[in-house]
């Protein structure tokens, strides 16, 4: 990453911390953090540890998926290095707005461990169009269960979440599938990047285009492998029900068993179908003020804000802040081999 690429992660991290800080303040300014506190520390650890393990489960399983479609593209890379991969992709797609900066991050990481960017974008987006689907389809399944404790606002924000879900994917699957319609992407991209008249333009044409061959060549292959998408799509309808049940976890974790991890698991699918596709980052905000309200039907008043804090805590702030600690040592690491590489270069010049 340059200095230009770490200012704006900087940018959009203050953006993040701001945001929870706004979110958290309306949330809790009526309540006494005391009380809170006495709840938290009154739950079931065992069930929130079995919680962590489920999240953990989750980007492994994100994790095969990308590995399995590097490996058809004849890319060498291990399990270890491609969990990375994925956690540096969670943390950049939780701090930046629509989460667009988690795929590109990705991409960045993987190429400067020799893996070629064709291959790793084809692999970041065959996986993201599984999530896509997951999304949409276990979301609508799950709403007409809970259609009865939707609101209004909720129901206005159910559909505008599926319809921006269902356009990322339309535009995934015509970038994958349609050699014509990427083919007009590029050209428009080119076109704007001569209107903002940047640098060496023909060398950036070449390369993009070269680039663009490669990727063509690769998703035509992937196309042709049917069980390697049925196999993605397979563990994608897993990842996400593995996900969807850490809140089933830490409502046991409460001493509650009266709503089985079905109830629990479909109201969490409705939840992250209406808040995925809003464009803030990390969906912070929306996500914390839709589980006070879906989720008021499994805990009393004076637990749904202790409850939403733990879900919460569990399945996405706990593993920013471990993301952001491999980001940190990733980037470190970049640092160091990248002087390493200079230092090699001036001494063999020298020779």
């Not at 990322?168 to 007009?184: E, G, P, Q, Y």
């Not at 749904?304 to 940190?328: H, T």
């Amino acid at each position: 990453m340059d200095k230009k690429d770490i200012k704006k992660a900087i940018r959009n991290l203050l953006l993040f911390l701001i945001l929870i800080f706004i979110t958290f303040f309306i949330i809790f300014k009526d309540q006494n953090p005391n009380e809170i506190l006495k709840i938290l520390k009154g739950t079931d650890s065992k069930f929130v540890l079995i919680a962590v393990g489920l999240m953990l489960i989750y980007f492994g399983l994100e994790t095969i998926n990308i590995g399995r479609t590097l490996k058809t593209l004849g890319e060498k890379s291990n399990f270890l290095r491609n969990y990375r991969y994925t956690l540096i992709g969670f943390f950049f797609s939780s701090i930046t707005p629509a989460a667009s900066g988690g795929q590109p991050m990705e991409i960045y990481y993987m190429s400067r461990d020799g893996i070629n960017v064709a291959n790793s974008t084809l692999a970041l987006l065959v996986n993201l169009t599984s999530m896509q689907i997951a999304t949409i389809s276990i979301g609508l399944i799950s709403l007409i269960f809970n259609y009865q404790y939707m609101n209004t606002a909720l129901i206005i924000f159910f559909v505008i979440g599926i319809l921006l879900n269902s356009s990322a994917l339309a535009l995934l699957l015509i970038s994958i599938c349609s050699k014509r319609a990427t083919n007009a992407i590029i050209r428009f991209a080119i076109k704007v990047m001569k209107f903002f008249k940047i640098k060496n333009m023909d060398k950036k044409q070449e390369w993009i285009e070269n680039e663009l061959s490669k990727y063509q060549a690769n998703a035509k292959y992937v196309k042709t492998h049917k069980l390697l998408i049925f196999k993605t799509l397979i563990t994608t309808y897993i990842q996400f029900l593995v996900y969807y049940s850490v809140p089933y976890f830490i409502y046991r974790s409460f001493g509650y068993n009266k709503s089985n991890i079905f109830e629990v698991l479909s109201m969490q699918a409705v939840l992250f179908a209406t808040v995925s596709g809003i464009p803030s980052p990390g969906a912070v905000g929306v996500s914390e003020g839709g589980f006070m309200e879906l989720f008021k039907k499994f805990y009393p008043k004076n637990q749904i804000a202790s409850s939403m804090l733990l879900c919460r805590g569990v399945n996405f702030y706990l593993f920013v802040i471990i993301s952001c600690i491999f980001v940190i040592i990733s980037s470190f690491k970049s640092k160091i081999n990248k002087k390493k590489e200079h230092e090699e270069i001036q001494e063999n010049g020298e020779v």
